[in-house]
């Protein structure tokens, strides 16, 4: 058995994320030999298959991870939101969450703290420490808390994210593109574990997920040049791994997750084409270009992935459905989503549609979808509205899933078992670990 506790009751603490990296894609490979030093860490630890969030998006999944609680605590749903009172589209930031995060928890308790890169950190909140934002942030001078660190990052040649518009125009760039921009963020991560005092360390590795949307089925079908290219770049994640785990020695807890799974898209799907399709949606031009064109008599639409808002009346600029026919519309739109299927294959796309009060709870709860449908793997789930086509493949070919994330923690004992832990278990876990306390209104629960 692995111990609970480190002798002095608290443990220093370094995580490093793979976005999007597959529970079972990794033991798999782990069992063939081909990421040595990953097979090192899981002898020494606990390895588990973890559920992500509905719906299944990075923001909200690292969101979830930071605070421990569902988005309707943490206000982070989805990749865009709507403004209030509008069908203008933003995209949400650290500015909207309205939690607190571990490493503000964790500084208030006067904790030393390194976090370079989790998705949702942009703009960086003051921390006991440095703070590196996300790809939300486009300039680099603005990226990082102390504001000196940005021009030390600048310095170095840090690269916030890789440019995924590359993908579609040349793979081989876009794999460069990657490829650099690891070796950037590796740089930095090692450069600050050894410049800065910390209690926990926390490096994100967002090019996994990059490689993923855009080489996964490459990958899948063994494609002679790229699924080479792909299995060479996650080497060199599993050869960052065991740089870590030699440099940070035994006496660091060492925690490695992802936040979702991963899978090859059959098709992109245009929900809002199917719901127009159904009558449930109207526009009052055509082609619309937003939903702003939205016609008052629809009844639902959807922003992506999946999220279905009813026309409410009262909450909607021009509502149709009244209040007291929610739940009958409500029931309504589900059935006919439930029949959504692949006219070219006549496949069902929607497993299940899931009611916000079955996933969400906490003072942002009305800000939620009314619906969220969840797809069979394989489907993605789009929010266009000016597409003439139900779905498409295209550039991108790897999508998220819901049951597939990663948790590793090296010698411990994990106690909750495959899909019983979800991503937002590990706020508390490394709270845990620190031996700090435990907010009571965390979603999360302490895994060891």
């Known amino acids: 058995m692995f111990s609970i506790l480190k002798k002095n009751g608290a443990a220093r603490v370094f995580v490093i994320s793979i976005d999007g990296v597959p529970y079972d894609f990794m033991k798999s490979h782990i ?22 969030v509905q719906p299944c998006i990075s923001s909200v999944a690292w969101s979830s991870y930071m605070t421990g609680k569902n988005p309707a605590k943490h206000n982070i749903f989805g990749f865009v939101e709507q403004k209030p009172g509008s069908h203008d589209i933003f995209v949400p930031t650290s500015l909207h969450m309205t939690s607190e995060t571990i490493w503000e928890m964790m500084s208030k308790a006067g904790k030393k703290v390194f976090v370079m890169n989790v998705p949702v950190t942009y703009p960086p909140r003051q921390v006991n420490g440095i703070l590196i934002g996300c790809f939300l942030c486009t300039q680099i001078d603005r990226v990082a808390y102390p504001a000196h660190v940005s021009q030390e990052l600048k310095k170095m040649g840090y690269i916030i994210d890789a440019d995924a518009w590359i993908a579609r125009d040349n793979l081989d760039k876009y794999l460069d593109e990657c490829n650099k921009a690891l070796a950037k963020r590796a740089e930095a991560m090692f450069h600050y574990m050894n410049k800065e005092q910390w209690d926990f360390f926390q490096c994100h590795i967002m090019e996994t997920d990059r490689m993923n949307h855009f080489f996964w089925e490459h990958m899948e079908k063994d494609a002679p040049k790229y699924a080479k290219a792909f299995f060479d770049f996650y080497k060199r994640v599993d050869d960052l791994l065991g740089e870590v785990a030699k440099k940070i020695g035994e006496d660091v807890d060492l925690i490695v997750l992802s936040d979702h799974g991963f899978c090859t898209i059959r098709k992109e799907i245009y929900l809002n084409w199917y719901l127009a399709d159904a ?58 989503v439930l029949g959504f299927k692949d006219p070219e294959t006549g496949t069902p796309i929607i497993r299940k549609v899931v009611k916000r009060e079955d996933i969400y709870d906490g003072q942002n709860f009305k800000a939620a979808a009314d619906l969220v449908a969840v797809p069979y793997d394989g489907y993605d789930l789009k929010g266009n509205v000016n597409k003439e086509v139900f779905g498409e493949k295209t550039a991108l070919v ?7 994330s990663l948790l590793f923690i090296r010698n411990r004992e994990i106690t909750k078992t495959h899909n019983d832990i979800w991503v937002g278990d590990l706020a508390p876990t490394i709270l845990k670990m620190m031996a700090l306390p435990i907010p009571a209104d965390m979603d999360g629960v302490a895994v060891v």
Request: without cysteine; glycine residues 8%.
């Open 31 to 52: 069992e063939k030999g081909d990421f040595p030093n990953f097979k090192r860490l899981v002898d020494s630890g606990s390895f588990r298959r973890m559920n992500s």
């Open 279 to 336: 009558g449930l949606l109207k526009f009052t031009t055509t082609p619309p270009k937003s939903l702003s064109d939205m016609h008052p008599e629809s009844q639902a639409y959807s922003i992506i992935p999946g999220r279905i808002f009813l026309n409410l009346q009262g909450r909607e600029p021009h509502g149709s459905v009244l209040p007291e026919h929610y739940e009958a519309v409500r029931e309504r739109i589900t059935h006919t």
């Open 398 to 404: 790897g999508m998220h899933t819901f049951e597939d």
